[in-house]
């Protein structure tokens, strides 16, 4: 029987001491794609089976094995998105975005739903970052959204990670190519996996993308896409490297990379890290000209990319990245009797209003639990009222690190609290400069 108390198998919980890691990468996925044009998009979880089935590739792994799809009480075949471009593109289609001043740019940060062997690094539940380029066929927009990334990546801090990228060329190239790939892999079909035996006739560049031992190791011989490009998409690789080459971006042309999804063309990319164990790749993506005409748009160009949300947590921690420290509560106010306890809920609720993180004893308990409290948040000061601080209109402000104390008028906590904060901030820039000598 399933154990309801326990979250489904590769799935997780993030803990209240987790969250703000989170929301400050998410504040700078968003916020750098912002820098470069991108607006944010929200789709929804689920879609109808065909939107995936039909568009992400039926020889692919997600839509083979991995989708979580299941029949609504209305009879429809629904599917939870295994990632979002596929939504992505039904909406735009579907609101006109295809039709309106192009490129229109988009991101989004969201969970995505694959059942797959859960791993460090590989979940059922995981999150996306992710950004599409709507409408833009030169090189200059795969090199934008592949700049996008490597921004969020840096500005996160994430070191050594690099850029790998490579281009599988448009259908009619790729046509050449596939059957160079078959023959090849045909040659060799005993040492292919069972699945790869089976891809050989389906879809052979698949198999580039295998993860077993075997497969990978024939695949490095393989015939390479890249010397089977047409001029026009040898035309525009160039480009995309030449601009990645006047940013400064550094990158490798990987031959092997295919991407594991079938709308692609022409460039597609990965990061990777070996600081995260066998799950490498923290971001994918590439162009994908064919995908808004094949789901029934109007033939329009684009591009994107994935960002795996929990793998660059891992990478986080595994690199030992520092990011800006968690904002602690301002001010805890502890108290003793019921009339504090209501002068408290008079303060706190000005203070609030003033932009201040304050807490007071919700639980009842004695002072001494109280300021227990206060040290476990991490509370930069502490205030005391009892009868004698209201008698007084004064109260005690500690600060909780030093134990220095001040006084000040409970008429006039936010202006003390706010000129304690700012010293403190000062403090710790003398501090930080003095370090740095
Ligand atoms: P992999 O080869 O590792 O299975 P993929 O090619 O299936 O990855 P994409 O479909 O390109 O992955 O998704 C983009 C990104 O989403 C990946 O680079 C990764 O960071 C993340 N991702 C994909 N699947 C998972 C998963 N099951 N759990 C956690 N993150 C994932
Ligand atoms: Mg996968």
């Keep these: 029987m399933a154990d309801i108390n326990r979250a489904i198998k590769g799935t997780a919980d993030v803990l209240p001491n987790e969250s703000y890691r989170w929301q400050y990468i998410e504040k700078v996925m968003l916020s750098t794609a912002r820098l470069f044009g991108y607006r944010e998009i929200r789709v929804p979880v689920f879609e109808h089976t065909e939107v995936f089935s039909r568009n992400v590739g039926d020889t692919t792994d997600v839509v083979q094995k991995e ?80 700049a996008a990334a490597n921004q969020v990546l840096k500005t996160i801090g994430i070191e050594k990670i690099s850029l790998e990228i490579n281009s599988i060329g448009c259908p009619e190239c790729r046509k050449e190519y596939q059957k160079a790939l078959k023959s090849y892999f045909t040659d060799n079909i005993d040492d292919l996996c069972d699945t790869c035996k089976d891809r050989l006739n389906r879809n052979p560049m698949r198999i580039l993308d295998c993860k077993s031992p075997v497969c990978s190791k024939l695949a490095k011989n393989a015939p390479k896409v890249i010397d089977f490009l047409c001029d026009d998409c040898k035309e525009h690789f160039e480009g995309v490297k030449s601009h990645l080459d006047s940013a400064g971006i550094k990158y490798t042309v990987n031959p092997q990379i295919v991407r594991g999804l079938d709308y692609y063309t022409r460039t597609v990319f990965e990061f990777v890290s ?78 609030r209003f003033d932009g201040f993180e304050v807490q007071t004893d919700i639980c009842s308990r004695g002072l001494k639990a109280q300021m227990k409290f206060a040290d476990k948040i991490g509370a930069k000061f502490s205030m005391v009222l009892g009868d004698n601080e209201l008698q007084n209109n004064k109260a005690v402000i500690k600060n909780m690190a030093t134990g220095d104390t001040s006084e000040a008028a409970l008429d006039n906590i936010s202006d003390k609290l706010s000129s304690l904060i700012n010293g403190m901030a000062l403090d710790s820039l003398t501090d930080s400069v003095l370090n740095s000598k």
Excluded at 88 to 110: F, M, N, Q, T
């Design 274 to 351: 070996g600081d995260i164990g066998a799950q490498s790749t923290v971001c994918g993506g590439g162009r994908y000209d064919g995908l808004i005409g094949q789901m029934g748009g109007k033939d329009t160009p684009a591009l994107g990319f994935g960002m795996g949300i929990e793998r660059l947590l891992l990478l986080l921690e595994n690199q030992k990245t520092e990011i800006p420290p968690e904002p602690k509560c301002d001010l805890y106010i502890a108290t003793m009797g019921n009339a504090a306890e209501l002068k408290a809920t008079e303060i706190s609720s000005s203070l």
């Design 67 to 146: 989708m979580y799809t299941f029949d609504d009480k209305g009879g429809r075949s629904i599917t939870l998105r295994p990632e979002l471009t596929a939504g992505v593109a039904r909406s735009s289609i579907e609101h006109g975005l295809i039709y309106d001043a192009l490129p229109e740019k988009v991101c989004y940060i969201g969970g995505c739903y694959r059942y797959e062997k859960p791993q460090a690094g590989r979940l059922r539940e995981f999150h996306q970052f992710g950004m599409e380029c709507i409408g833009a066929s030169s090189p200059a927009a795969d090199y934008e959204i592949i």
